[in-house]
């Protein structure tokens, strides 16, 4: 027996989804069909307002739904210390340190020779931008510790070697292998005051 059309429709499109195979999808597209109408129009609209209403900010890179995000719009935070991160959610595990009071840099990737990202693809011109522009005094290379966000990381220094600027590297109180997002407060803290010169 085959599933209806509509059913195998809503399968693919959850399928699409990071980590999501073919059983988690199917079991999904069940919950959806149980839910009743008012939760479906209000999840669907939820799914439209994070493409119509959300974008990134011109400054930094974070998603906002404001011209500039919080974080870019707010003179209370150091300009002068940029902290570079892979993608908007490791902006935010770091923000949950309640540690770091600089400004964030968000790359939107990493450099990889398996994915065929090079450092054209991701967000690095408009740092060295922010850099050039002056008042940047450090920059500290928050990728994840991995063969992408080393490479990563060593890039951007060797790019940043020609300004006056300090290049610092999370201290590895991070797991090797691991991911910003999935990290503990405390351990955040840690890696923040730890930091070192590249």
């Not at 998603?63 to 490791?90: A, H, L, M, W, Y």
């Not at 300004?163 to 292998?177: D, E, F, K, M, Q």
């Amino acid at each position: 027996m085959k599933y209806p059309e509509v059913f195998e429709r809503l399968v693919e499109s959850l399928k699409r989804l990071p980590g999501v195979g073919t059983k988690s999808a199917e079991r999904m597209a069940y919950q959806i069909i149980d839910m009743d109408l008012e939760t479906i129009q209000e999840f669907s609209a939820s799914l439209l307002d994070c493409k119509t209403k959300l974008h990134h900010c011109p400054i930094c890179g974070q998603i906002t739904e404001n011209d500039v995000c919080d974080v870019c719009s707010d003179d209370s935070r150091d300009s002068s210390i940029i902290c570079v991160v892979q993608t908007p959610k490791d902006a935010f595990a770091l923000e949950r340190a309640k540690e770091f009071k600089g400004k964030y840099h968000i790359l939107h990737g990493v450099i990889s020779v398996t994915n065929g990202t090079g450092p054209d693809d991701i967000n690095i011109a408009s740092l060295i931008k922010r850099v050039k522009d002056g008042g940047v005094k450090e920059v500290i290379i928050a990728t994840n510790p991995n063969v992408e966000g080393e490479t990563t990381a060593q890039y951007i220094a060797r790019l940043l070697e020609k300004y006056h600027v300090n290049v610092t590297r999370l201290a590895y109180g991070l797991p090797v292998g691991g991911n910003l997002d999935y990290t503990d407060e405390y351990t955040l803290v840690k890696a923040l005051e730890g930091r070192r010169k590249i």
